[in-house]
């Protein structure tokens, strides 16, 4: 059964700052990693879909990579913004299932 | 381009009341997904499809029934609401699970009082 851990579950930063947002998983046969960003009240808007195949994927301020073999993935925000506050999620369908799992969140506050 | 699109937005249901949530994708995605989000729980969940006239159960299928008779559309049914089913539920579709990417709706906030 896929299990995906996000570390930390909230972070608060001032506007400028480079971080980190961490996703691990137990199953390691998985088939992708896709991060999310979902703000209060709203649904979730995809971010970024890395294949089982693949290590990185960039798109303007945010790159994500996967390792499979240690089981993570990565989201990195560049240069941090107000407007990047909100909660962030990785998800993964794995093994022999269809089910996407998901963490349950990284929220994350950026202060102007 | 509406993609993944929930029906209602909102809901209250007196205990004991039925109603059914309506999911549609204008993508022809294969694969369809209900989840419900709770404060601490994360994303559950609830039963998926992955083709027209499939369904299967989730984490939580409990008090819930689905429906896929047409590709385009997946159905939430509660045929008699409880208090534990006050949550948020969101609809996803995707083309596969291998290598596709999900997509969501903007999912329905359901009361049960």
């Known amino acids: 059964k896929q299990e995906v851990t996000q570390i930390p579950a909230a972070l608060s930063v001032p506007e400028g700052e480079n971080l980190v947002l961490n996703c691990s998983f137990t199953?390691?046969?998985?088939?992708?990693l896709q991060w999310f960003r979902q703000d209060p009240g709203k649904g979730l808007t995809s971010l970024l879909l890395?294949?089982?195949?693949?290590r990185e994927q960039t798109s303007g301020r945010l790159n994500a990579s996967l390792d499979k073999s240690s089981g993570r993935s990565t989201l990195y925000i560049a240069a941090s913004q107000p407007g990047d506050s909100a909660t962030y999620l990785c998800?993964?369908?794995?093994?022999?299932?269809?089910?996407?799992?998901f963490g349950k969140g990284t929220l994350l506050t950026v202060n102007p | 381009n509406a993609g993944v699109t929930q029906t209602p937005k909102f809901r209250v249901l007196k205990t004991g009341q039925s109603m059914t949530l309506l999911c549609a994708q204008d993508?022809?995605?294969?694969?369809m997904y209900w989840y419900r989000q709770d404060p601490g729980m994360g994303l559950r969940l609830i039963h998926y499809?992955?083709?027209?006239?499939?369904?299967a159960k989730g984490e939580v299928p409990d008090g819930y029934n689905v429906s896929r008779l047409k590709k385009q559309n997946f159905l939430l049914g509660l045929e008699s609401a409880a208090p534990s089913q006050t949550s948020v539920y969101f609809c996803?579709?995707?083309?596969?699970?291998?290598?596709?990417?999900?997509?969501f709706g903007q999912g329905t906030r359901l009361t049960v009082v």
């Open positions: 998800a993964g369908p794995g093994g022999s299932n269809y089910k996407l799992t």
């Open positions: 499809s992955v083709g027209e006239g499939t369904t």
């Open positions: 199953d390691s046969a998985i088939y992708n």
């Open positions: 996803a579709s995707s083309r596969g699970v291998s290598y596709a990417e999900a997509f």
């Open positions: 890395i294949q089982s195949s693949q």
């Open positions: 993508m022809n995605h294969e694969y």
